[in-house]
């Protein structure tokens, strides 16, 4: 019976589909051929702060438990963002791209990711509920553009999820003194790239996903743990490194000029993500108002000048030409005659890997319960357990595919779908945040809108042009530049003077608005255009896919949710 409490294990088909539009052949048939009005409803609605703080936790059915300080914020900083890809990517980049200026890559690097932190921190303090980006895209932009965005999370996270577990077991075969490979087994029935299954990294990600859905308090305090560890081997061997050092390896400093500098730039660039975990733990925060901002920022900003303190000891412990791309810190520990610092540099990276599947976990089980919570994908997902306080059910969601993943998918073949989704996202949140700030519904003058529209648009296609310039590699010709530039800084001066503010944040606000937001904006569409085209191709493939679960499912389960047609449970 309706109101009767029951269990949190459930499988009937209205738990999954409870939306009046699937519950029979003939509903659905009809619901399809509403498509296009549905879809322009959808693309116009926009949710509101009140109805993603209060009326969408309802449908979780339990609170989640406010456990969590600053001080577990910060380490859970730490813990999400400090893995494998410094260890990785830095004697990478170093060898392949920058030379010893791969410290300014990563000068460049964080100074874009904080950029992203400012504009996520003011959004988690005013709005703090587990959906994260999403929840902030779907007040500001829309279903929509939240559910493009919200794809491109989840692929992050599941792919993201089996890249680290493949790599625990490449660096957990270091430390036992044996190759990458060893403790994956090889079957000839698969293909090249699928054929070396990694048992251990399934085991993994599954023990860090069930310590995730024990308890957040737990889990935070193991974070704790791990990351302190982690973050003594990381002083090593920044202290280390300038004992050991030469300054004349940093000569030449910028062997592939600028541009390797920018193209190594956008591949570290993602050594720092995973902060964004940080704003769905919101919902499970004591004071959001002041931990948040303590949390992201502050642990950022440690984080930044930890990695260019590394990439410097590591630049002058060795001639960039002699930089191991695979085993970077190890091999220059041994260089130096240190040969026992690679078992340290692999016990680090072990750690750091851990504690990022732990914080990824908490994070993409958050995203995925708000995501369930709006019914853009099945609410069973939503629910939380009334005991532990977690949403166990969006946890195995995330974990069953990322597990799967890293059994058959060897490393390569996931990196290569990393890149571009992390920054279209952290594009998005700054410009929902200019929307935030300049547009109110039924409030901002439709002159001060249209304004405000094409001040956008000058800022955003500027900043593409600039970034597709930069793409021509047209060496010593800066005439582009002078045209892209000012484009950008007439943009938002636009915006400065001819567009008023509609709306302050409450409590903690983005400094410097609108530059910041229209930088931020800027700088990830510039290290967009530093990628690959094939990225770009996959970016394409993937967002079709999401688009057709979109039109099929998502659209008419948001918009029976938005005029509440679902049919009672039983």
Known sequence: MEGEERGYWRWSKRDFFPEESFQSFGSYRAALSQ?????????????????????LRKQSENEMKRCLTWWDLVWFGFGSVIGAGIFVLTGQEAREEAGPAIVLSYVVSGFSAMLSVFCYTEFSVEVPVAGGSFAYLRIELGDFAAFITAGNILLEGVVGTAAVGRAWTSYFATLLNRNPDDLRVKTDTLSPGFNLLDPIAVVVIAASATIASISTRKTSLLNWIASAVNTIVILFVIIAGFINADASNLTPFLPYGPEGVFRAAAVVYFAYTGFDSIATMAEETKNPSKDIPIGLLGSMSIITVIYCLMALALSMMQKYTDIDPNAAY???????????????????????????????????????????????????????????????????????????????????????????????????????????????????????????????????????????????????????????????????????????????????????????????IATNIFLMGSLEAQAFVRFGFCTLVMLLYYFLFGLHATFDMAHQQIVPRS
């Open 35 to 55: 498509t296009c009005s549905r879809f322009k409803n959808r693309l116009v609605s926009r949710s509101d702060d009140e109805t993603e703080r209060v009326e």
């Open 330 to 520: 190890s091999v220059a520990f041994q260089s130096v005659g240190m040969k026992w610092g690679k078992y340290l540099v692999a016990l680090g990276a072990l750690k750091g890997m851990t504690t990022v599947l732990l914080v990824g976990a908490l994070g993409q089980a958050r995203y995925v319960t708000h995501i369930a919570r709006t019914h853009m994908i099945p609410p069973l997902f939503a629910l939380v357990h009334p005991k532990t306080g977690t949403p166990i059910n969006a946890n195995l969601l995330v974990t069953i595919p990322s597990a799967l993943i890293a059994l058959f998918s060897g490393l390569d073949v996931l990196a290569s779908l990393l890149s571009i989704s992390t920054l279209f996202i952290f594009t998005m949140i700054p410009l929902a945040l200019l929307v935030r700030r300049y547009y109110v519904r039924d409030v901002t003058p439709r002159a001060d809108l249209l304004k405000f529209i094409i001040c956008i648009l000058i800022v955003v296609i500027s900043s593409m042009c600039t970034s597709a310039y930069w793409g021509m590699n047209l060496k010593g010709s800066w005439i582009g530049y002078t045209i892209t530039v000012p484009f950008w800084f007439m943009g938002t001066l636009g915006i400065v003077f001819f567009v008023p503010q509609q709306r302050s944040p409450k409590v903690w606000g983005v400094p410097l608005v609108p530059w910041i937001p229209c930088l931020s």
